[in-house]
């Protein structure tokens, strides 16, 4: 099996290969089968904590890991952190328990490409994992406004990433968006129609690869906007 600037696959046959990190032996075994299940899924290791997925990570090269965060030896925030900077072409899925504030602020800053709960539904999961692979951004319902509320508090600089896709403009738009702000308030924030509003932001998730406001605030908070 070949991996080539995304998925691996096969001739005929795409395959994820996923790699799962959680200190439970019964929820590492109970995703192992469920996503097993299905054809173009293929889990290809399982860590019991950040240390052992990082090894892990180079030795099977997986195309995405769900990381669980509060885990002995390393926790799954700083295992994100050094895999993305290791490994930049594996994604994370973050899976796990906790919603506190700083749990998922520190997570999606560490460049993790989701945040979800596992009381996720499992076709919700899968969803996000085949996306997630794709390139797209899954934050659950229940923690998207608490991230929103984080970056609202945050002020810094964009990194040139943001700065070289977008115009001034639409990083004003991206920074409002990133603080939940809707359109008619941009729009009387920055003195525009909000029939401008809309296209710069359809501009904007245009640019960035996205499909909806809440996966542009999450690239915004990744990259320091």
């Given amino acids: 099996m070949k991996t080539v600037n995304g998925p691996s696959s096969t001739v005929g046959n795409p395959t994820m290969k996923i790699l799962l990190c959680d200190d439970q032996a ?16 293929q889990v290809v290791g399982a ?7 990082l090894e892990l ?7 995405l890991i769900l990381m669980d965060l509060k885990m002995p030896v390393m926790n799954g925030i700083e295992a994100t952190r050094e895999i993305r900077a290791k490994f930049p072409n594996i994604k994370i899925l973050v899976l796990t328990t906790y919603d506190d504030d700083e749990w998922v602020f520190d997570a999606i800053r560490a460049g993790a490409s989701g ?34 509320n984080q970056v609202a508090s945050k002020q810094t ?9 977008l115009t001034e403009r639409e990083l004003d738009v991206l920074r ?7 359109n008619s308030e941009i729009a009387a924030q920055l003195h ?3 029939g401008t509003v809309r296209n710069h932001v359809s501009a904007i998730l245009e ?14 908070i990744q990259h320091g906007l």
């Fill in 26 to 41: 019964v929820i590492r075994d109970g995703l192992e089968m469920l996503l097993n299940l299905e054809k173009d899924f």
């Fill in 47 to 53: 860590a019991q904590d950040g240390a052992e997925a």
């Fill in 115 to 148: 945040y979800l709960l596992k009381d996720t539904p499992r076709q919700k999961l899968i969803e996000a994992i085949r996306g997630t692979v794709e390139g797209k951004s899954f934050v659950d319902p229940a923690v998207a406004g608490k991230l929103l």
């Fill in 57 to 63: 990570a180079a030795k099977k090269q997986p195309d």
């Fill in 176 to 182: 409002m968006i990133a603080k939940g702000i809707n």
């Fill in 157 to 165: 600089q964009p990194t040139s990433i943001l700065t070289e896709k």
């Fill in 192 to 194: 525009l129609s909000e």
């Fill in 207 to 220: 640019k960035l690869g996205v499909s909806d406001r809440t996966q542009a605030a999450v690239i915004a």
